[in-house]
């Protein structure tokens, strides 16, 4: 596929250990090595699960590019700013980052004390934070049905939104 870029440096560079991919826009960027057969499979190779799961990423990543682009016509039209054509782009992150930020708030409040005693710690908040978020859950959900980014619904991920 020629949107998957393999043994990437930006993945290399910019990921933290232990997450080995990202998808930025309909790119997908990967810190292991492209499969060459069926036989390679196991550690350092993108395996079918992951593509699967980065290819749910780039199908909301094109839904909320169009509610974005919606948006940054009708805000074009009030403001006549060129800049808000950025927003179909970045509406993904968007969306994603709010939600982020307030599953961590959720998260972080009633842990205060735990984390102030050192039960529990800054970064397991944050891991729960990010597997919280709606677009996760439904790439996380589905990843195993190598045909899930063809047959999914579109806007399907808003359902895992309000679910713990």
């Not at 039209?77 to 179909?88: H, M, R, S």
């Not at 710690?121 to 729960?128: A, R, V």
Request: proline fraction near 3%; glycine fraction near 6%.
């Amino acid at each position: 596929m020629k949107n998957i870029f393999y043994e990437s440096w930006l993945a290399k560079t910019f990921l933290w250990d232990g997450y080995t991919s990202i998808t930025l826009g309909c790119f997908i960027f990967t810190k292991q090595k492209e499969p060459k057969s069926s036989s390679d499979t196991g550690r350092g190779y993108f395996s079918p699960v992951s593509k699967t799961h980065e290819l749910t990423h780039v199908e909301q990543w094109k839904e909320l590019g169009i509610v974005g682009l919606i948006t940054s016509l009708i805000l074009f039209f009030v403001t006549w700013n060129w800049f808000v054509f950025l927003i179909p782009i970045l509406m993904f992150y968007i969306v994603y980052l709010i939600e982020y930020l307030i599953k961590f708030i959720i998260k972080f409040i009633p842990n205060i004390g735990k984390l102030l005693s050192g039960k529990t710690s800054i970064g397991k908040i944050n891991n729960d934070a990010y597997h919280n978020i709606s677009l996760e859950i439904e790439a996380y959900n589905n990843q195993k049905n190598l045909n899930y980014p063809k047959e999914r619904k579109h806007f399907d991920w808003i359902k895992y939104m309000f679910k713990k």
